[in-house]
């Protein structure tokens, strides 16, 4: 980590803020056109990415102002999360059980859709998945976390469930598991045989869709699909605050100890630098004013 003062320290933090704010802009600006594009005839509204205004003098010496644009950068922080969720509550809550859907597609390709974006949304993104676990149906987020692994070699319960218990917390127990991927080969994605009392579970036909179904798939659900997994990668990332603060930094222990989570991209460590800088620069002004 490289050691740098305090002014440093704001203008690299205004620096990575700004860097996010154009990365908010530019992301809530394609995720509303695909949406009106591909989601706009359902009754659900996409939860959208606020703004965040910035003016780069007030930013470094008006410590209000500061606070401030710190709470909206944390709020849009909490947006890219609940845009996804809500992303996922519309096509599994509303649109695939939709007349636009089910006229769109074939029913093998409207099951196999289904089973993919899971596969696309929740298998890129882990660390979504151990926060929101409930908002996709189980059967699609059990195929979604095991599918390559599955298609690699073929999977047991066990290993089906230690899997998924990564993220669910050892919520889930091995007859729901078993029940969950009866339901998946019924669906025809998957075949299960038994080996020595034990369940293995091998793909079937996988995930493919029909010629004509990954061309309407690729022309239109897709581009709304691949979003999440782009806003997330490029905006969770803020490795340019992994600084170690100067002494001379008021309150630098407590600093350094928020700036150490930048070391990790997701949503997670973002969302506590935010928050505890924000306390930070709080409890900075409050000695100021005791002063």
């Known amino acids: 980590m490289t050691e740098i003062n305090e002014k440093f320290f704001l203008e690299r933090l205004y620096d990575v803020i700004r860097k996010l704010a154009g990365i908010a802009k530019t992301q809530n600006f394609r995720f509303q056109q695909k949406w009106n594009e591909y989601l706009s005839q359902i009754d659900v509204k996409p939860h959208l990415i606020r703004q965040i205004p910035l003016d780069k003098d007030k930013f470094i010496s008006d410590i209000d102002y500061r606070i401030e644009t710190l709470k909206i950068m944390s709020n849009t922080v909490a947006d890219g999360y609940y845009a996804i969720k809500n992303l996922l ?35 890129n993104l882990i660390q979504y ?19 390559t692994m599955i298609k690699l070699k073929s999977q047991n319960d ?24 009866k339901e998946i080969e019924k669906d025809g994605i998957i075949s299960i045989k038994k080996k020595d009392d034990e369940n293995h579970y091998t793909i079937e036909d996988g995930l493919e869709l029909s010629e004509e179904g990954q061309k309407k798939y690729n022309e239109s659900l897709s581009l709304l699909i691949n979003w999440p997994t782009n806003f997330w990668r490029s905006f969770y990332n803020i490795r340019e605050l992994n600084i ?20 990790t991209q997701g949503f997670g460590p973002v969302d506590y630098v935010f928050k505890n800088l924000i306390k930070y620069f709080e409890e900075i002004k409050e000695q100021s004013i005791k002063k």
């Not at 390709?109 to 696309?120: M, N, S």
């Not at 998945?129 to 599918?147: C, M, W």
């Open 89 to 123: 509550k519309a096509l599994y809550g509303e649109y695939f059980s939709s007349k636009i859907f089910k006229t769109k597609y074939s029913k093998e390709d409207q099951t196999k859709i289904k089973y993919l974006v899971a596969k696309e949304i929740l298998g």
């Open 129 to 147: 998945n151990k926060i929101d676990h409930e908002t996709v149906p189980l059967k699609y987020n059990i195929l979604a976390r095991n599918y």
């Open 158 to 181: 066990e290993e089906i469930l230690k899997n998924m218990n990564k993220i669910f917390n050892d919520e889930l127990d091995m007859e729901t598991i078993q029940s969950k991927m």
């Open 244 to 263: 170690t603060p100067s002494s001379q930094i008021k309150n630098h222990e407590l600093l350094e100890e928020i700036l150490s989570r930048c070391a």
